[in-house]
């Protein structure tokens, strides 16, 4: 049974650009969540998606973006990107929306 | 709204030693408490959770008692090895948005570091 796997690792975009965002959920999951998390930060929570609809939302603005795909992988989409959002970009699976959630290793994402 | 208080770190401890990390929360409802563990380049990963008051989540040594009356959900654990060091996360799950897991608003995190 694979983990929560997500992609890429790393990458370096600059200010104004659009970014996207990669998540496999595990095996027989079939929701997933976004968290943020800045430098010296706890995670913060951006958005669920469960059987391909956002099941809710933290306290971020619409160009941060979800989809969820028919086999529960998801992406997180960012435009307009600005210096603040360089961050670690953590995905999280669960069985179902209220199951034990498993991250990834996360996306570093640095905005220049 | 609902938030999560932890102790700064880092906290640096020689094996063997007592540890403690204070959490603290404020939350409408009942919550479910958790503390999470990063290990250095990697993903966060559940050490213990808490569903329900006087309810104690334990894992690996580590301990945690949901303590309604002072709102704290504080880790422990009587011995430390080197292999504990790491970022310790205490979180609670959102019960505004349908008492998901998934849901879950962190603390800051504390960084242990156990020396030998």
Same mark, same amino acid.
């Given at each position: 049974?694979?983990g929560?796997t !997500?992609?890429?690792?790393h990458l370096i975009?600059? *200010?104004g650009q659009?970014?996207?965002?990669?998540?496999?959920?595990? &095996?027989?999951h079939?929701?997933? &969540?976004w968290y943020? !998390?800045a430098?010296?930060q706890?995670?913060q929570?951006?958005?669920q998606?469960? *059987?391909e609809?956002?099941?809710?939302?933290?306290n971020?603005p619409? *160009?941060?973006?979800?989809l969820?795909?028919?086999n529960?992988?998801?992406?997180?989409?960012?435009n307009?990107?600005?210096l603040?959002?360089?961050a670690?970009?953590?995905c999280?699976?669960?069985?179902t929306?209220?199951?034990?959630?498993f991250?990834?290793?996360?996306? *570093?994402?640095?905005?220049? | 709204?609902?938030?999560?208080?932890?102790?700064e770190g880092?906290?640096?401890?020689s094996?063997?030693?007592?540890?403690? %990390?204070?959490?603290?929360?404020?939350a409408?409802?009942?919550?479910?408490l958790f503390?999470?563990?990063?290990?250095?380049?990697?993903?966060?990963?559940?050490?213990l959770k808490?569903?329900?008051?006087?309810?104690?989540?334990?894992n /690996?040594?580590?301990?945690?008692?949901?303590r309604?009356?002072?709102t704290?959900?504080?880790?422990?654990?009587?011995?430390v090895?080197v292999?504990d060091?790491?970022v310790?996360f205490?979180?609670?799950?959102d019960?505004n948005?349908g008492?998901?897991?998934?849901n879950? %608003?962190?603390g /800051?995190?504390? /960084?242990?570091?156990? /020396?030998?």
């Amino acid at each position: 049974e694979t983990g929560v796997t !997500q992609s890429p690792t790393h990458l370096i975009k600059t *200010r104004g650009q659009q970014v996207t965002l990669r998540c496999s959920s595990q &095996s027989g999951h079939n929701t997933v &969540s976004w968290y943020q !998390q800045a430098l010296g930060q706890g995670p913060q929570f951006i958005f669920q998606y469960y *059987r391909e609809e956002e099941n809710g939302r933290g306290n971020f603005p619409p *160009r941060f973006s979800g989809l969820q795909f028919p086999n529960y992988s998801s992406e997180l989409n960012v435009n307009a990107l600005e210096l603040d959002d360089s961050a670690l970009y953590l995905c999280a699976s669960s069985f179902t929306k209220n199951t034990e959630a498993f991250f990834g290793q996360g996306t *570093r994402l640095t905005v220049v | 709204g609902n938030s999560v208080t932890q102790m700064e770190g880092p906290v640096t401890l020689s094996e063997e030693a007592f540890l403690t %990390i204070n959490c603290t929360y404020t939350a409408t409802g009942y919550p479910s408490l958790f503390w999470y563990v990063q290990y250095p380049g990697e993903g966060l990963q559940l050490l213990l959770k808490a569903t329900k008051a006087d309810d104690k989540g334990s894992n /690996k040594g580590f301990e945690a008692t949901y303590r309604k009356e002072t709102t704290s959900f504080h880790l422990e654990k009587g011995s430390v090895q080197v292999s504990d060091s790491a970022v310790y996360f205490c979180a609670l799950s959102d019960q505004n948005y349908g008492g998901s897991q998934g849901n879950l %608003i962190f603390g /800051k995190g504390t /960084k242990l570091s156990v /020396k030998p």
